[in-house]
């Protein structure tokens, strides 16, 4: 148990599809992120919230869209999605604000394929 | 650019030392963070450098040098478990981390 749950923790969609990856955490912290991991590829942060408020959007194609309604949850919401989407997608929250020095909890992912 | 670079695959033995290496270029540094991914599992903490020097927590190590923009994980008495991947990331000027592809490391008995 890592204090980060995601859910499901495997998806496979049609490129037409909607679905939604959902993230919880259960250690009171104040930001919460979406990564992508590739195979053998570097982490590539998506998104960032801190207290429920977006701050960062590192050019994501708008066929994520993300969704955070309160401190302990954040949802990844995906439609129309591509093959080359395909990866895992890890949630993590940290205890400070963006900025701090601050290790992160990581999830333990939802892997996506896209047929 | 901001670049970290480690190797892609390492294979040592079970009961030996093996030592990942990261070299890091990136527009300011405010630290240095090693994280063990399992397969299929998430990502977990095990070190954080921001003065140079070794840090040690058990059986791993962590060193940094900020002058030469590296830092090496050191694991002793390697166990079967210890089969995972390695990444290394920092943080940059603005407090972003900029993540390294990972090390994976194979134990063979």
């Known amino acids: 148990e890592t204090g980060v749950t995601q859910t499901p923790r495997h998806l496979v969609m049609g490129m037409t599809n909607k679905k939604s990856l959902k993230c919880e955490q259960h250690?009171?912290?104040?930001?919460m992120y979406w990564y992508k991991q590739s195979a053998k590829k570097p982490l590539e942060l998506m998104f960032v919230?801190?207290?429920?408020?977006?701050?960062e959007n590192n050019s994501v194609p708008s066929r994520f869209s993300p969704e955070c309604p309160n401190s302990s949850h954040l949802f990844l919401h995906l439609h129309t999605l591509q093959p080359e989407d395909s990866a895992l997608y890890l949630c993590?929250?940290?205890?400070?604000?963006?900025?701090?020095?601050?290790?992160?909890?990581f999830g333990q992912g939802t892997r996506l394929t896209v047929v | 650019g901001q670049n970290i670079d480690q190797p892609t695959e390492m294979t040592a033995t079970e009961g030996a030392i093996v030592q990942i290496n990261c070299t890091y270029q990136?527009?300011?540094?405010?630290?240095l963070f090693w994280y063990q991914q399992h397969a299929g599992e998430a990502p977990t903490f095990l070190s954080y450098?921001?003065l140079d020097g070794l840090e040690e927590k058990g059986r791993f190590s962590s060193f940094l040098s900020r002058s030469k923009g590296y830092s090496y994980l050191l694991l002793k008495e390697l166990q079967m478990k210890d089969s995972a991947s390695y990444l290394c990331?920092?943080?940059?000027?603005?407090?972003?981390?900029?993540w390294g592809a990972g090390t994976k490391l194979i134990i063979k008995p």
């Open positions: 993590a929250s940290s205890q400070d604000l963006p900025g701090g020095a601050t290790e992160a909890f």
């Open positions: 919230y801190s207290l429920e408020e977006r701050v």
């Open positions: 450098n921001v």
């Open positions: 990331a920092t943080l940059d000027s603005n407090y972003q981390l900029i």
């Open positions: 250690l009171g912290h104040n930001a």
């Open positions: 990136t527009s300011g540094f405010n630290g």
